[in-house]
């Protein structure tokens, strides 16, 4: 059974760099297309970027100057990094997986919730 | 960006009743890239539908993805007590894949 488990720092301060990882088990990395997904109170869900096996990425246009995902030599784990956070930034981050670039997210995290605040 | 919009926000139902939640695109995609996601309270989404009306593994069959162009529906037969939760729609065909705001399903 696939399992993805988030983690990093509950509380970021404003301005500051977030940093969470996504340790995957269960099956192996490669081919597969690894996301991030974030639910800010009161919002939809909203796909923040992925990772493909090979390092390729693609984000969401109105992260994509702050965004940068990175992803393991050993292919255990991928990463999220959003830099200069604001506020609007709190939310629940989820890693999840996709079979494609263009596919539905068949396995989920639990998520982790991150606060921006001083 | 297609931007989805879900109703109702709310529904209200009892246990065995059937439900139809909708789903409206912004404009015309491929039911092909609709998914359809449930989750309960403190849980991650869990996958229910994909290509438009692909059951993922172990959904019970009284969920049932529907629809064309802009108008999309999920309809669950006979609602159980595991079923209250909030229902997402997402599309995936092009970047950036977006997803409705969610259905609640509450008990009545």
Known sequence: QVQLQESGPGLVKPSETL???????????TSYYWNWIRQSPGKPLEWVGHIHSSGRTKSTPSLRSRATLSIDTSKTHFSLSLMSVTAADTATYFCARGRDSNAALDYWGQGILVTVSS | EIVLTQSPGTLPLSLGESATLSCRASQSVSVGYIAWYQQRSGQAPRLLIYGGSIRASGVPDRFRGSGSWTDFTLSITRVEPEDFAVYFCQYYGVSPYTFGQGTRLEIK
């Not at chain 1, 940093?19 to 990395?29: I, P, R």
């Open chain 1, 19 to 29: 940093s969470l990882s996504c340790a995957v088990s269960g099956d192996s990395m």
